[in-house]
């Protein structure tokens, strides 16, 4: 009966799911037959003002609409994990780069890297594509500028979190945390942030796709993800990624080489 029940609340979910995604497709859609109908009817009396701005408009709304479902594909194709023994520290420094063009000139990007980091064990693209997410995230909450911090650590779960998620035991795990300095999240968004296609943001703007493929990266890793949020004054989130015991992989990857590799 437990069986069905979750069966049932899964099939409702993406019932909700797939009408949010039609909902948002059919605005777009709309946008972009309204402003054809106008550029054609300019055309057809033979009048040329307005007509570029039409055109530009739909182009925009069809390029939205591309956005998205080239964004519903990616999630729907999730990639395999393949998981490597990674430094996260040489992870994130070599994101540096891509962060400071992602996050622009008005937000400062502090990286604070833990001495005697422990290694990881993920799939290093999918921690890359769940900072980036993370920053492209902090940013928006950010538009008047502000601070984004990422920060590694050796942490364990603590035992109250480790009782409500029946996790058995405690680990060692590596925490990469982003902070930002920006507008916050209300409970209820908090509440419902993992969730597929929940976002806050205009159409267009957000799919409500990061939070939820980042926590289904890190439970498919054997990790967690936790939020920290206060409205008014910012947002950390914590991915926790389970300790790689043992040798290094074979040295496949740099991100796959820890920085004692010579011990
Ligand atoms: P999206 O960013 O496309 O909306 P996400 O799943 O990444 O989708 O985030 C879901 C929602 O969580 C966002 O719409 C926003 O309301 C909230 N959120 C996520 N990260 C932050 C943050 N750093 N600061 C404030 N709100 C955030």
């Given at each position: 009966a437990e069986e069905q029940l979750r069966q049932a609340q899964k099939m409702e979910a993406v019932g909700q799911l797939t009408g949010g995604i039609a909902h948002d497709f059919n605005n777009l859609l709309t946008g972009v037959i309204g402003s054809l109908d106008l550029l054609q009817r300019r055309l057809a009396r033979g009048e040329t003002d307005k007509v570029?701005?039409?055109?530009?408009?739909?182009?925009?709304?069809?390029?939205?609409?591309?956005?998205?479902?080239?964004?519903?594909?990616?999630?729907?194709?999730?990639?395999?994990?393949?998981?490597?023994?990674?430094?996260?520290?040489?992870?994130?420094?070599?994101?540096?780069?891509?962060?400071?063009?992602?996050?622009?000139?008005?937000?400062?990007?502090?990286?604070?890297?833990?001495?005697?980091?422990?290694?990881?064990?993920?799939?290093?693209?999918?921690?890359?594509?769940?900072?980036?997410?993370?920053?492209?995230?902090?940013?928006?909450?950010?538009?008047?500028?502000?601070?984004?911090?990422?920060?590694?650590?050796?942490?364990?779960?603590?035992?109250?979190?480790?009782?409500?998620?029946?996790?058995?035991?405690?680990?060692?795990?590596?925490?990469?945390?982003?902070?930002?300095?920006?507008?916050?999240?209300?409970?209820?968004?908090?509440?419902?942030?993992?969730?597929?296609f929940f976002t806050t943001k205009p159409i267009g703007q957000g799919t409500g796709l990061g939070l939820s493929m980042i926590y289904g990266f890190a439970r498919q890793s054997e990790g967690h993800v936790r939020i920290y949020s206060e409205l008014g004054r910012g947002t950390a989130i914590k991915v926790y990624l389970p300790r790689h015991h043992g040798e290094a992989d074979a040295p496949d990857a740099i991100l796959a080489v820890p920085d004692d590799a010579h011990r």
């Open positions: 570029e701005r039409y055109a530009t408009a739909a182009i925009t709304s069809a390029n939205r609409a591309a956005a998205l479902t080239h964004r519903l594909l990616a999630f729907s194709r999730r990639q395999p994990l393949d998981p490597k023994a990674v430094d996260a520290n040489r992870l994130v420094a070599g994101m540096e780069e891509l962060l400071r063009r992602t996050i622009g000139e008005s937000i400062a990007l502090e990286m604070v890297g833990a001495v005697g980091l422990w290694r990881t064990r993920c799939d290093p693209h999918q921690l890359e594509s769940a900072i980036l997410n993370l920053a492209i995230n902090a940013r928006d909450a950010m538009p008047d500028g502000g601070t984004l911090t990422i920060e590694t650590c050796n942490a364990q779960l603590d035992a109250a979190y480790v009782a409500q998620q029946r996790e058995v035991g405690a680990g060692d795990y590596v925490c990469v945390c982003v902070t930002d300095t920006g507008a916050g999240m209300a409970p209820e968004t908090i509440a419902r942030a993992f969730e597929p």
